[in-house]
């Protein structure tokens, strides 16, 4: 725990101005980010007395180890640069809201030839224009269906559309009326693309116009005795009244508002957003946080109104939010929302009348939602607990441990051996700071060379970033860091990391690769295992973690040193974290296995031969249609396809003829061999065969 008064600036030396600041931990992370009106006036409020700070705030001044700052010109500036800071580093003791529930959109593609109206969920894409969110996915799918009936735009999959053009037959929607079938050209893009506008037009509120337009064509089909295009004009009309009807009028002037809630206690705060357009609710939605410092209900609001809008624009952002509570102060806030959108927005706290009355409605929805959170939060977060508690208590740990890595070896009979790095913060996975590794200090199958190997190049890793930073001098005990060479998690092996290399040396307060120690490592495995690992740590000078294993045959838990296990009840929530953690490692490590075998069993002879690329290889095995037919192939026929010469189609012959060809396949029912047919190849160019005799022949581990 740090002492605020060992990093506080010295008096004077920060600006009276506007800026934003950010509190930075012992390994240079950033775990808290800040905005102010005056900077001077707002970090002298966290260096008082720490018994005068609210508990989190005490928490996160004694975690810190540094604070720095940056000036703006203006307040509208620091809010922008403030979120765009939170983004980036996602600190821990900011207030982050977290969805409720993947909630889903409809969508319509505008960034495609043909626009598609589908559901969609995550990230928004740019190009995409989005309804909702609505509370289910049958909703959206409900409202779509009465809907193609007047805008028959195109639902289908890429893969579905193009089967369509290329057979020249429409899919059943097409059929019925309820696409305008463009994959056949029964209308132009530009005629579809009009239908997708319209459709998007009736979405965003738009919706008497398109009714008395339909109503008025009606009324002519009728005049002049067109009895069944009225009776389909007429089916049109409903059609558009009853998805109508799905969103009930709250608001009689067809206002569109975006209404926002604020639910809160001590600890944790829960926000209810409703999307009102056209005076109807067209969406709602809901986010929850833990309170890590002593904020008001207008801070709360300001960080949902970032979250919100921070990376909308236009019509996303409405004319009208309103709030609970304004952000003190609020002109920065109305400039920056104007800014988003491109005019004035108004951001207010309803008085009186309708607007009031709905924001009741979701002043409601937003404490039922606080206390539904906090009776699943409350059984989760009380389970975690015990169950770190109870792993502190078996292993003899001092305290409990907050970061667990688990490391796995998998191989398939000793090929493709690699390892998996899992790491569980809170009891919870943190998949980004997951590893992989392949082992290649050896060849063959020996897990606890793996395990020697796999955990003296991460901590090989984080010791180099000790001593990068000043943290660790001492470097008698520490191997060096070159060498290692990991494969991380984002595939294949890179070059091995030194000292200097960037992902160290940048100092930008995002995480590094291995620069967190954990307090407790699990292996996979029995005693061996534990024991390699633990002469990794101590043959680099590492004493200060914790080391067991969580053997598979009895789930006993193993010590270093010890002779015998320990045995944890099977009821004990601590012995099942440990297993989560060791299946969560076993996965990863399958995954990554499996995908580096998959890629050696498509590779080729054709690999081999040097400057010959993929273009070149596929103009081989188009112009010969199998490699049976390269393999035996003349020099001079070979020198036929287009970018081959003399030198290189001898360099490809001799490749080929060091290579044995693959055994032919057998019909086990006639006993006859079955010739390789043009179209049938991988992509290596081998013929494809059905089944997994690699599967069969050995069992992953």
Known sequence: MADPSSYRPKPGEIPDSPGVYRFRDEHRRVIYVGKAKSLRQRLANYFQDLAGLHPRTRSMVTTAASVEWTVVSTEVEALQLEYSWIKEYDPRFNVKYRDDKSYPYLAVTMNEEYPRVQVMRGHKRKGVRYFGPYAHAWAIRDTVDLLLRVFPVRTCSAGVFKNAARTGRPCLLGYIGKCSAPCVDRVSAEEHRELAEEFCDFMTGRTTTYIRRLERQMAEAAEDMEYERAARLRDDVGALKKAMEKNAVVLADATDADLIAVAEDELEAAVQIFHVRGGRVRGQR?????????????????????????????????????????????????????????????????????????????????????????????????????????????????????????????????????????????????????????????????????????????????LAEKERTGEWTDGGNAESPAGAGDGESGGGIGPALTATNSTLTEDDGRPRKFAYPPQLVVVDGGAPQVAAARRALDGLGIDDIAVCGLAKRLEEVWLPGDDDPVVLPRTSEGLYLLQRVRDEAHRFAITYQRTKRSKRFRSSPLDDVPGLGDTRKQALLKHFGSLKRLRSATIEQICEVPGIGRKTAGTIAVALARSEPAAPAVNTATGEIMEEEPGTMGSSGEPVRTGAPDERRGQET
């Not at 939010?321 to 920065?332: H, S």
């Not at 959108?341 to 979701?362: N, W």
């Open 286 to 462: 809901g986010w929850v946080t833990d309170k890590v410092e002593e904020i008001t209900t207008g801070a709360l609001v300001e960080h949902a109104l970032q979250q919100l809008y921070g990376e909308e624009t236009g019509d996303a952002v409405p004319k009208e939010v309103l709030v609970p509570a304004l952000p003190d102060p609020v002109e920065p806030v109305q400039e920056w929302l104007a800014g988003r959108r491109g005019s004035g927005v108004s951001l207010r706290i309803p008085q009186r009348g309708d607007k009031k009355a709905l924001m009741e409605t979701v002043q409601r929805n937003a404490q039922q939602a606080l206390v539904l959170h906090k009776t699943k939060r409350a059984s989760d977060l009380t389970t975690r607990s015990r169950a770190l508690e109870e792993i502190a208590d078996a292993l003899d740990l001092d305290s409990a441990p907050l970061r667990i890595e688990c490391y796995d070896i998998s191989h398939l009979q000793g090929d493709d051996v690699v390892a998996s790095m899992v790491v569980f913060e809170d009891g919870l996975a943190r998949k980004s700071e997951y590893r992989r590794f392949q082992i290649k200090g050896f060849a063959g199958q020996d897990d606890v060379r793996s395990m020697h190997e796999v955990i003296t190049r991460r901590f090989r890793r984080y």
